[in-house]
C-alpha cells in the first residue's frame, strides 16, 4: 500500500490457500497436534502491560464497573 491505493493486485483464493498450506508444512509438528499440544509460555512488556492497565481503568471509570 501507498498512499491509501494497493500497489500490487490481489492474490486468487487458489494462490493463497497454496501459500497457507506451503507455511503449515513448515511448522514442526508439535505445533500442529491435538493430543497434548504445545505449552506457548506468552508475557508483555512493562509498557504494554502499563497501558493495558490504563484501558483497564478508563474502561472501569467510564461505564463504572
Not at 13 to 23: K, V
Amino acid at each position: 500500500m501507498e498512499n491509501g491505493l494497493r500497489l500490487k493486485n490481489p492474490k486468487s483464493l487458489s494462490e493463497i490457500a497454496q501459500f497457507s498450506h506451503n507455511r503449515l508444512d513448515k511448522l514442526p509438528v508439535e505445533y500442529k497436534r491435538f493430543d497434548n499440544p504445545h505449552i506457548y509460555k506468552v508475557g508483555i512488556s512493562n509498557k504494554l502491560q502499563t497501558e493495558r492497565d490504563i484501558l483497564i481503568d478508563n474502561f472501569k471509570f467510564k461505564f463504572k464497573i
